[in-house]
């Protein structure tokens, strides 16, 4: 690739302020590392509209091209597992944070953090799904791993419209869950609705920190905001309740006590996707083309911009004015 170019998102610190801009790059730029990938799509998570914007301590190493997710086909590689022409997606494992990600037509991974693309799906469609599908996936196996089944009662998804909420509610509406959305947003609950939800909880009492035990509503819960709203999510799970919590959306602190745990029995579950094992990680994405209906996925990626378009659709994420899946097309 002696002597190519190709585009990228580049995040540079000047005067201690994020500035991102597309540059012009050539191959022996890109990190050392042992397989170099084409990358057709990546998506704006709400860690990327972070680290984008500077608005939150993301990026680890300067400079550094964002991006936390993306789907494309390996160009070479000398990893034995892996091959030329092979479709790819990767998600985690620090990328995008502290090692260059996905916001360039070509960059240079580790080859074990590469999940090979399930057959049934386009790297189009991976990056639909991306790293908010991937975790909407982790947290229903969490809530399945702990006993919580269809007929075991309503199941909350806070951030509903987003996209990790988004995916949630299609995947658990799929499976035959009674699904209640949280979106803070009237004029997103039929896109919500148009997911599988049932029935919204929103009203003036998220907004308030809640009483030690409030009344019981849910058997089990994803959480995608924390703070204040995970605290009431808590003291409003039913006995024996389970929440699996993967988000910060409202902030990284939990203003609750220990009375839904020791007097109703409610479970917290933490998700993580990032350092998820190899395994687990082509286990969730062979569930995902099963159980997420492919007929919703264009409702889900509402949003497609380019490279350059990246930094405007990151605030709009911030300011709450996107829904679902934004896409991001490198090429």
């Not at 990328?95 to 916001?103: F, I, L, P, Q, S």
């Not at 993580?272 to 889900?300: C, E, H, Q, T």
């Amino acid at each position: 690739m002696t002597g190519q170019t190709f585009n990228a998102l580049m995040l540079r610190e000047e005067d201690g302020k994020t500035i991102a801009r597309v540059e012009t790059l050539g191959f022996d730029a890109l990190p050392r590392e042992d397989t170099l990938v084409k990358i057709d799509y990546s998506t704006i998570n709400f860690k990327d509209a972070l680290a984008v914007t500077g608005k939150g301590k993301i990026v680890r190493t300067w400079p550094l091209v964002p991006g936390i997710d993306f789907s494309g086909e390996i160009i070479e590689t000398s990893n034995p597992d892996l091959r030329a022409g092979q479709k790819v997606v990767l998600t985690g494992w620090s990328v995008g944070e502290k090692y260059w990600g996905g916001y360039s037509q070509y960059q240079r991974v580790r080859g074990e953090w590469l999940v090979p693309l399930p057959e049934a799906i386009t790297t189009r469609q991976a990056m639909m799904i991306g790293t908010a599908g991937f975790t909407a996936m982790l947290c229903v196996n969490a809530l399945e791993d702990a006993g919580i089944a269809p007929a075991s009662g309503q199941v909350l998804v806070t951030g509903a419209s987003g996209g990790v909420g988004s995916v949630a509610v299609a995947i658990l509406s799929k499976l035959g869950y009674e699904v209640c959305a949280l979106t803070r947003n009237e004029q997103k609950h039929e896109y919500v609705r148009s997911l599988g939800a049932k029935s919204f909880a929103d009203g003036p009492r998220w907004a308030e920190p809640p009483r030690a035990l409030e009344a019981q509503n849910w058997a089990a819960a994803i959480d995608t905001v924390g703070s204040k709203v995970l605290a009431r999510v808590l003291a409003e799970m039913n006995y024996n309740g389970v929440v699996a919590a993967c988000g910060l959306a409202g902030g990284a602190d939990l203003p609750t006590t220990v009375m839904p745990f020791i007097l109703r029995g409610v479970r917290l579950i933490g998700v993580d996707s990032v350092m998820l094992p190899s395994k687990d990680r082509i286990d969730a994405w062979n569930r995902i083309v099963d159980d997420l209906p492919a007929a919703l996925l264009d409702g889900i990626a509402a949003k497609t911009v380019r490279l350059d378009e990246v930094s405007a659709a990151a605030e709009a994420m911030l300011a709450g004015q996107l829904k679902g899946r934004v896409l991001v097309d490198v090429n």
